[in-house]
């Protein structure tokens, strides 16, 4: 089973501020199978990024994903009031599926 | 517009049996895969295992083979998560979702039923 461990558990920031999430894969995820979700209180994830650094239509330009190896990266621009929430990264690469444990964005 | 609507809150008593269902429109039901993602404040989003709706193909994850079972209705497109012993373990919120294929990201996600088992 692959294992993702993501950092950090809560990141405290502003609103305009740059949003640096990581997700580490414990064994190396083939075919840039990783996706990245949102969600917000109350509702159910939702599906940012997938192959790593694919953005799912309609979500805006300031979310970018990438990769190095084992580890993954989501990358917000500018933090927008509607950005902050938690934030999962999912491995598609073998089962069973797995999802990181999150980091919550939230305002400081 | 692909929808996923969730049958609503359960409350039941340790020992007891449930189903809970997930009504799919928008899309071409037998051409997808339904997983069932459990949620918890302790341990997350835990895949439990997914079904392809044209020929109920089921598969499960380790950690879930054994304590549930996942089915599909063709007739009424929706997809089932069923338990026939339910633990207090089970607390959970629980969410269908639509893949591609058995190992895949997930796309769309119905809204959530949350089942509570309590004595």
């Known amino acids: 089973e692959i294992l993702l461990t993501q950092s950090p558990g809560t990141l405290s920031l502003s609103p305009g501020e740059r949003a640096t999430l990581s997700c580490r894969a414990s064994q190396s995820v083939s075919g840039h199978y990783l996706a990245w979700y949102q969600q917000k209180p109350g509702q159910p994830p939702r599906l940012l990024i997938y192959g790593a650094t694919n953005r799912v239509t309609g979500i805006p330009d300031r979310f970018s994903g990438s990769e190095s190896g084992a580890d993954f990266t989501l990358t917000i621009s500018r933090l927008e009031p509607e950005d902050f929430a938690v934030y999962y990264c999912?491995?598609?690469?073998?089962?069973?599926?797995?999802f990181g444990g999150g980091t919550k964005v939230d305002i400081k | 517009e692909v929808q996923l609507v969730q049958s609503g809150a359960e409350v039941k008593k340790p020992g007891e049996s449930l189903k809970i269902s997930c009504q799919c429109s928008g899309f071409i039901f037998t051409s997808y895969w339904i997983a069932w993602v459990r949620q918890t404040p302790g341990k997350g989003l835990e895949w439990m295992g997914i079904?392809?709706?044209?020929?109920?193909?089921?598969r499960y994850s380790p950690s879930f083979q054994g304590q549930v079972t996942i089915a599909v209705d063709k007739s009424s497109t929706t997809a089932f998560l069923q338990w026939s012993s339910l633990k207090a373990s089970d607390t959970a919120m629980y969410y269908c979702?639509?893949?591609?294929?058995?190992?895949?990201?997930?796309?769309?996600w119905g809204q959530g039923t949350l089942v509570t088992v309590s004595s």
């Open positions: 079904i392809y709706a044209g020929d109920s193909d089921a």
């Open positions: 979702t639509t893949s591609y294929s058995r190992v895949n990201r997930f796309d769309h």
């Open positions: 999912q491995q598609y690469d073998t089962s069973p599926l797995t």
